[in-house]
């Protein structure tokens, strides 16, 4: 059975300091390691102490990662005016909600937006199963 694609997306996404995931390379499953419960840290450590090689650490998405994806999309809107407040949104207070806010507003474009974060998210899922070998 190959790894759930749609649970290792929102791993991949997660950007929680405080969640880590990894992929158990035998079950393909993947496990959630909270760092506030010591129970699930201490459960994951005897895992993996037990067998190294079985498991995957799924990386974080790094600092900027989101905030580059909207920079990345921003470049490909027609629209010059839609474009430069979508620009603004990004040196706002709560950018990515702001971003999502305005989003809301052009319907084509907030479709274009969903279509472009799906294919991002694709291919960093794709990148992480071939990088590991994972089915």
Same mark, same amino acid.
Do not use: C
């Given at each position: 059975?190959?790894?759930?694609?749609?649970?290792? /997306?929102?791993?991949?996404?997660?950007?929680?300091?405080?969640?880590?995931?990894?992929?158990?390379?035998?079950?393909?499953?993947?496990?959630?390691?909270?760092?506030?419960?010591?129970?699930? #840290? #201490?459960?994951?450590? $005897?895992? #993996?102490?037990?067998?190294?090689?079985?498991?995957? $650490?799924?990386?974080?998405?790094?600092?900027?990662?989101?905030?580059?994806?909207?920079?990345?999309?921003? /470049?490909?809107?027609?629209?010059?005016?839609?474009?430069?407040?979508?620009?603004?949104?990004?040196?706002?207070?709560?950018?990515?909600?702001?971003?999502?806010?305005?989003?809301?507003?052009?319907?084509?474009?907030?479709?274009?937006?969903?279509?472009?974060? $799906?294919?991002?998210?694709?291919?960093?899922?794709?990148?992480?199963?071939?990088?590991?070998?994972?089915?």
């Amino acid at each position: 059975m190959p790894v759930d694609r749609d649970a290792l /997306a929102k791993a991949l996404a997660d950007p929680s300091q405080t969640i880590h995931y990894m992929v158990d390379r035998t079950t393909h499953k993947i496990l959630t390691l909270n760092l506030d419960d010591k129970r699930s #840290v #201490v459960d994951v450590q $005897q895992r #993996v102490a037990a067998d190294k090689s079985r498991y995957v $650490q799924i990386p974080k998405i790094k600092g900027r990662g989101n905030y580059e994806e909207m920079e990345r999309f921003i /470049a490909t809107v027609q629209d010059p005016h839609f474009k430069q407040a979508l620009t603004r949104t990004l040196s706002g207070h709560r950018p990515f909600r702001e971003f999502k806010d305005l989003l809301e507003t052009k319907p084509k474009e907030k479709r274009a937006w969903e279509k472009f974060h $799906q294919d991002t998210t694709d291919k960093r899922v794709t990148e992480f199963l071939r990088a590991t070998g994972l089915p």
